[in-house]
């Protein structure tokens, strides 16, 4: 599997953007799938993640409520929906695999394999 990640840009406080990560070769739904950022000057974080199936789902407290994280198998992509965006949302988003077979959700950055190029988000206040 390779990822891409699109669909950053620029947006103002308040508004909405929705992240887009394609999955390459065939094995899409047998990996859980997350999104991480990283500001500036600051370590990668978690932001979301979802199961194999799309039925489970954690986020980061910083984003609960207004992000929302999705995937189509049959797409063979993982989305990221953004609502409500903050100045502190700025960051590259990066998609990230789980290995082949590990179709439960994750936290830890270390539990995935395969990491997308990243798409900068900036958000103006």
């Known amino acids: 599997v390779q990822l891409q990640a699109s669909g950053g840009g620029l947006v103002q406080a308040g508004g909405s953007l929705r992240l887009s990560c394609a999955a390459s070769?065939?094995?899409?739904?047998?990996?859980?799938m997350g999104w991480f950022r990283q500001a500036a000057g600051k370590e990668r974080e978690f932001v979301a993640t979802i199961s194999w199936s799309g039925n489970s789902t954690d986020y980061a407290d910083s984003v609960k409520g207004r992000f929302t994280i999705s995937r189509d198998n049959a797409k063979n992509t993982l989305y990221l929906q953004m609502n409500s965006l903050k100045p502190e949302d700025t960051a590259v988003y990066y998609c990230a695999s789980r290995p082949y077979g590990y179709g439960g959700r994750s936290i830890v950055s270390s539990q995935y394999a395969l990491w997308g190029q990243g798409t900068q988000v900036t958000v103006s206040s």
């Open positions: 070769g065939r094995t899409f739904s047998y990996h859980g």
